[in-house]
């Protein structure tokens, strides 16, 4: 009687063997087929507030290969190095949120970076260290002192990168208040722009002005300082831009008829009109004049010549001796301009006792205003140094001129 053998033992040995040959033909090799990513984070920004979210820690990263497919999705505290990666093509996004940034929003910034790269078979893929940037364009609000004190109601400053915030500015019972916290506006890549309205109450007058930046690029940082301008005897204010525009006077846009025109008007004319400051005296005013000492004729005297007629005449004194400026201020409310056109009781006292200049009706409207300065002599002899007076002429048809009269005692 012949025994039956069982061949399934033998079979399943064959099978082993085949396999172990295929592996060695590299056929399911992991390593072949897989490969290895190592990075480290950093973060660069000029901001440094509770907001900013500097503990990379909690930082989101995500790779997704060349179908946009999420092959890892996690914190990077929750990741462990080496990251083991199919062989292909990545793009590696990190960011401070799990959510998209917003288009526009105070103290929500959001730091990120993005870069590709390749994973070889078996091969470790070290990117370095990440550096993670805002990605928003940042923007903060603010005003010098003397800027609060001529704001007289509640205002607001709009900042306009794609989306709006709106920078409210608040007076009550005398006292100012403002929004200080950062905006951070999503951008178009590096070439966004940016506008900024002033829409308030100066003087006791509506004001709303804009002006546009273009080149607004991710990561950087604007502060906007609005800075009073009171040069042309009217409420006027310019605008600084730390690192991006150093005092850029704002243009005036006129919503309401009824407004009042705050700062350079567009549509002016680009002449000066014929505005022009002649000597009618023996010193030639177009150079330093030295006051003669106590005793010595000092005849000087001039016209302005507008043809247009007087809108406003301002004059703008400075000196190289600070007590000359300071006597200056110390009778005119703290001013050193003088608005010639409409004079404050300040005004006043300095064309009285200090500098003899012509105003109200016998400089406004005029085409030819007569000065006699020639009583300064004594004043002015009591502060040595060189005396600079500008005067800032708008006539009716918007033409403008800036004449400089200096004076030297010598």
Do not use: W
């Not at 288009?103 to 990117?127: H, M, Q, R, W």
């Amino acid at each position: 009687m012949r025994m039956k053998h069982n061949i399934f033992p033998y079979l399943a040995t064959a099978f082993i063997l085949l396999a172990t040959l295929s592996s060695c033909d590299g056929v399911g090799d992991y390593s072949a087929s897989k490969g290895y990513l190592s990075f480290a984070m950093d973060v660069d920004t000029e901001v440094k507030s509770p907001a900013m979210p500097l503990n990379t820690s909690d930082y989101v990263v995500v790779i997704k290969d060349v179908n946009g497919t999420e092959a890892i999705h996690s914190k990077f505290s929750k990741l462990t190095f080496p990251l083991t990666l199919a062989v292909g093509n990545y793009t590696l996004y990190v960011r401070s949120s799990e959510e998209e940034p917003v288009a526009a929003a105070f103290d929500y910034p959001v730091l990120g970076a993005s870069t590709t790269f390749n994973i070889k078979g078996a091969e470790e893929t070290t990117l370095g260290t990440v550096t993670c940037t805002p990605l928003q364009t940042m923007v903060t609000v603010s005003y010098d002192p003397e800027f609060l004190e001529r704001v007289s109601r509640d205002s607001k400053t709009k900042v306009t990168v794609n989306a709006p915030l709106e920078y409210f500015l608040n007076v009550s019972d005398g006292v100012t208040s403002y929004e200080k916290r950062t905006g951070y506006f999503l951008t178009d890549g590096d070439n966004s722009t940016m506008i900024v309205e002033f829409d308030g109450y100066y003087d006791n007058k509506k004001a709303v002005m804009r002006k546009t930046f273009s080149n607004i690029t991710p990561a950087s940082l604007h502060n906007l300082t609005f800075v009073n301008n009171d040069v042309t005897g009217n409420a006027s204010f310019t605008i600084a831009i730390d690192g991006f525009v150093e005092d850029e006077e704002l243009n005036q846009c006129i919503e309401n008829p009824h407004e009042s025109i705050i700062g350079d008007d567009p549509a002016a004319p680009m002449d000066d009109g014929g505005i022009e400051l002649q000597s009618t005296c023996d010193f030639d005013i177009s150079q330093p004049i030295v006051v003669p000492p106590a005793g010595e004729d000092f005849t000087l005297t001039m016209k302005a010549v507008v043809p247009d007629g007087v809108k406003r005449f301002t004059v703008e004194i400075s000196s190289t001796n600070e007590s000359f400026v300071g006597s200056v201020r110390g009778i005119n409310d703290g001013s050193n301009i003088l608005n010639l056109v409409d004079p404050s009781g300040g005004a006043i006292n300095v064309f009285t006792e200090i500098l003899p200049f012509p105003y109200g009706d016998a400089v406004k409207g005029k085409t030819e205003i007569d000065f006699d300065l020639s009583d300064a002599q004594t004043p002015l002899l009591a502060f040595k140094g060189s005396h600079s007076f500008i005067m800032h002429v708008i006539d009716n048809s918007g033409h403008r001129k800036d004449i400089s009269i200096n004076m030297i005692v010598e």
